[in-house]
């Protein structure tokens, strides 16, 4: 079993009447690279104010490395901040940045220039030291915050959109840096951002919060194909979510009505004749077919949209309802075609209870 | 067209010409020429070149007020900055609307001639005066204290005129620093005080310089407050300079001290421009 490095226990947190966290709990292993994924305004910074007590909690508790720190002050706990806006001091160097923690500490001088050359090392920033905040590039402020939180070597390091001021490119090269930087210390990283793309890249496990709640604990990978709620669904990758009673059960199998000619079919796993099922299919799960059967559906094609690595057909079912098909690489465009049939395979179906959020 | 509006901003221009000239640059040079004439004996002002007036001022007495005033001067701007940081730091992190209420306190005095208010912290200082009754009905002590008629007096009067001189330029830079960036060294383990000295701080100097530099000048030359609450016991170098133009009718010896007075100013602004701050900021009255 791995150490549990962070544990937040049933923590509540309010602001005014508006409840930003909801009763929950998180173990955070050792090691491990753990994103809080989830809209803005969900509570994830809130989360991380609260493990590195920079915001107290109103109730429930946290522990770090197995001790108690809910109420003890951010300076005495063994956890660092990488802020959103880097947050470096502006009339400091970016040497005396980087070095501010251990300054604070009162550690001795060599042991300070030998950590300092450390993480000027790591972090490319030798030729720098002497340049203030304002002279270096995002990318370079990054890492120079980024450093200034490792030489205090934290149990665990918390980052809070750190990417989210770069542009593309620099984000996706930072995006594999933090990560190769994160395998190289063997530090946790409580990484929080909006974009699902940072977090499917880079994290051990993932938790997708809404609301103040916790909708799914799970690896990339898991997340992406059992999502457990309509909102896990609906917020990683594209999906086109169908929404369904269920009209009859025979054979184990259960027949979905969604609308008058949209019917699936699929087997039972314990469904009743009349509830309400989500029926979720990520683009790259359909094909289209040119003729007729009875368990395809027309699609009529409305754009072609290229995107550099693959296309995507956008087209309406017979309700309106928009559908996005990712074409597999060779496979016929159908460009000069107006209507074309959508198939899938059953065992891509994701099917979701209703309004419950548990998955079926 | 071009020609009608060169006449318009001229026109514009003239008052601010006329009162820059006259009311300015006219005394001023006056001032520099009679430093450089003898005296008579009866207060007039006979025209031969002499340095006499700035010789005099390096006597040793001179020295002194020099020294008093700039003692004064400096222990008024340290207690102002004491004053200022705390009460910046306490406004800036309440709500925009207690803000403006606690500025406006610090600003409505201002609305009063400060001679005046002088005069008012003369009831509650004196030995029959307010503080003194109070403390003595308390029984907190057995004789009055001696508040005023003395450089205690003076410090109090100079800090109460000139803080929000310091309170101003400091709480605009307090204010507008990036309260992530306190976070950030309260993460890093900066204890309370550390992050003052360590972030504040240096993150609001051109405010802290602005500010001395708006209170230690006029704390140089605001000769009526020594008078009033040291009791003329202290000689400043405001009081100096008056005394010589109206008391002692010495106008060239007063002219000379006024003229040093400037030129040290001057240099005192320079050193605030090379600490990097801005002349915009210092005409913000």
New interface residues.
Partial sequence: MEKVIVRIENMCQSYGKKNVIDDISIDVYEGEFLTILGPSGCGKTTILRAI?G?DFIQSGKIMIDGVDVTYL????REV??I???Y??????SVEKNIN??L???HVGKEEIKKRTEEMLDLVKMGEFRNRKPRELSGGQQQRVAIA??LI?RPKVLLLDEPLSALDQKLRKQMQLELKNLQKKMGITFIYVTHSQDEALTMSDRIIILNEGKIQQIDTPHHIYSHPKTRFVADFIGDSNIFDGVVESISDEQAIVRVTEDIIFTLPSRGYKVGDNLSIIIRPENFTLEEEKNDKNLPLKIKNHIFDGAATQVIGTLSNRKEIKVELRKGSEDFKNRETVYLNYQTEDLIVLKGDSHEKV | MKKYDSKIKWLILLPIIFYCLFLIVLPLLYIFIISFFQNDYYGGIIQVFTLKNYFQILDIVYIKVFLQSFLIAFMTTIICICIAYPFSLFVSEKKSRYKSIFLMLVIIPFLTNSLIRTYGWIVLLRKEGLINTVLSQLHLIDEPLALMYNNLGIIIGMVYTLLPFMILPVYSAVDKLDRSMLEAASDLGASKWQRFIHVIIPETLPGLFNGSLMVFIPAIGYFFISDLLGGGKLMLLGNLIKNQFLVARNWPFGASVSIVLIIITFFLVKLYKKAGGKMDDLGGF
């Fill in positions: 590195s920079l002050d951010p300076t005495k660092n901040t802020f959103q806006n947050a470096l001091f502006t009339t400091m501010f923690g300054r604070m500490k200034r939180a205090n």
